[in-house]
């Protein structure tokens, strides 16, 4: 796929003092992990993510919910950072290093920004490798896989759930309240990777344009957003990023 990156959005990257990136699935896609959907692949084919990942779902059946996660587990804990989350690393380095403030969140759960060196990345949809209990509410990092049992169990007895936020949740306010923060005072948004459908991710780019931020959305193919942003570019976030960043930062 070709990717045409024009000038004016290489001037306004290097020139913008306050970036928000926004990611999606699609931006691990080139790692190898299924998307959400994706994910009901196979021995899962026959279930409604709707039917795995809620808290109705997990108190009627723990173990096949903790089995579906743990399946996913087992995906992303091969699953290597890709060309794209390595850009955006490189970009917070060098922007953060001209004084410039750059601000990453998140929709994945896989840490693979976090893998590729990217740092304080805001986690909307928390994280598949936190547990949490939900008798004593503690929680801790899981990164043994697979698990010894389904439900994972805590030390006080209580069943173990993924840190991730499930349909009907709420997102974490601290997350929430940094993302809503720094789209006030951005003046470049991007969305990468992302179907701009799930909200409240999907009203971000609408609030960075009412603070007048230049929008970008780079995907494989065109999302609700695609009309309403300054630039628009079709193409892989593995190919574009790396592009992106080598364009304003090369000497
Ligand atoms: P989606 O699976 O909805 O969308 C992935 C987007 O990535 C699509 O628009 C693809 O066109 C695009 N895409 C795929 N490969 C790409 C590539 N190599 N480069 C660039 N773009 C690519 O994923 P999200 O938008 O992340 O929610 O979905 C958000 C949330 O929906 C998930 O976190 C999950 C799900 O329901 C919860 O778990 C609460």
Known sequence: ??????????????????????????????????????????????YDPAQLATPEAFE?????VTRWYDWRR?????????PAHLALAELQRAVEKEGRSFTLITQNVDRL???????????LHGTLW???CIRCCQEREERQVPFAQYPPKCACGGNLRPGVIWF????????LNKTYQALEECDLFFAIG????????????????????KTVEINVASTPVSRLVDWSILGHAGETLPELVRRAYAA
Not at 11 to 31: I, N, R
Not at 60 to 64: A, F, L, V, Y
Not at 74 to 82: D, G, I, L, Y
Not at 194 to 213: E, G, K, M
């Open 60 to 64: 009627r059946d723990p173990e096949t």
């Open 113 to 123: 920004h976090q893998a590729a060196g990217s740092r304080s990345v805001i986690e």
């Open 194 to 213: 992302t179907s701009a459908v799930v909200q409240p991710a999907a009203s971000f780019l609408h609030v960075a344009r009412q603070h007048n931020a």
């Open 1 to 46: 796929m070709s990717t045409l990156i024009p000038d004016a959005l290489i001037a306004s990257l290097k020139t913008s003092q306050a970036l928000v990136v926004l990611t999606g699935a699609g931006v691990s896609a080139e790692s190898g992990i299924p998307t959400f959907r994706d994910a009901m692949e196979g021995l899962w084919a026959k």
């Open 74 to 82: 087992e995906k992303c804990a091969v699953a290597k950072p890709n």
């Open 130 to 132: 936190v547990w949490r």
């Open 168 to 175: 009907g949740e709420s997102l974490p306010e601290e997350a």
